[in-house]
């Protein structure tokens, strides 16, 4: 079974601090994605990576950053948390070879909360 | 620009009534997958389709893809509370970046005795 686990269920970050979401995936997926989700807005994609040390801006990436140092890990850094950033986040990976489906397999979510 | 449409986006239904959650998609893709998410949790994979005219059955639950109209529809059968969760369509992103997918806004279903 694919794993994908994040770091913490919840949290609570003061406004101006450096928050760092971990999300690890066991299955050796190429792709990473980090969405956050708002009641009546849906999932939107903040970032997403397709290799080592690789990242692509998704619909929302102001206020974000991403790491991925290693193929299982990948990072969402919020440089300076605003209240505006309090969500769930939602972390994801799945492969990447066209030939082969590219279901995602969630994180169980991190709700952020900025005070 | 790919768009995934859902409807309805609230269904509320009674239990032991069928109904059936429509997501129509812009682009020429053939791969659909359908997720659920309880209230408070993440998304959980219902069913991948793969391939035009592919039926998927679980419990009470039937998807169904027919790329040629750019349609997948999600049958519930008889349901019942548990079933009550929103319920995501996405299809792959082929004009994008490899991997991506596209969601729908999600449909939130609520099943009531």
């Known amino acids: 079974d694919v794993k994908v686990t994040q770091s913490s269920r919840y949290l609570v970050k003061r406004t101006g601090e450096k928050v760092f979401l971990e999300c690890v995936q066991d299955?050796?997926?190429?792709?990473m994605f980090w969405y956050r989700q708002d009641p009546g807005l849906g999932l939107r994609l903040i970032y997403f990576?397709?290799?080592?040390?690789?990242?692509e801006k998704g619909d929302i990436p102001e206020g974000y950053s991403v790491s991925r140092e290693k193929k299982e890990r990948f990072s969402l850094i919020l440089e300076s948390a605003s209240t505006n950033q309090t969500s769930m986040y939602l972390c994801a990976s799945s492969l990447r070879p066209r030939g082969l489906p590219w279901e995602q397999y969630f994180g169980p979510g991190t709700r952020l909360t900025v005070t | 620009e790919l768009k995934v449409e859902q409807n309805p986006l609230f269904l509320s239904m009674q239990e032991g009534k069928n109904y059936t959650i429509y997501c129509n998609y812009s682009?020429?893709?053939?791969?659909l997958y359908w997720y659920r998410q309880d209230p408070g949790k993440s998304l959980e994979s219902l069913f991948v389709?793969?391939?035009?005219?592919a039926v998927k059955q679980e419990g009470r639950l039937m998807a169904s893809l027919d790329t040629k109209a750019r349609l997948s529809t999600l049958h519930i059968t008889a349901a019942v509370h548990d079933l009550s969760a929103t319920y995501f369509c996405a299809v792959d992103d082929y004009g994008g970046s490899q991997g991506n997918l596209i969601f729908g806004k999600g449909t939130k279903l609520s099943v009531k005795p």
């Open positions: 990576s397709y290799d080592v040390k690789m990242k």
């Open positions: 299955m050796d997926h190429e792709n």
């Open positions: 389709l793969l391939s035009n005219g």
């Open positions: 682009t020429t893709s053939d791969r």
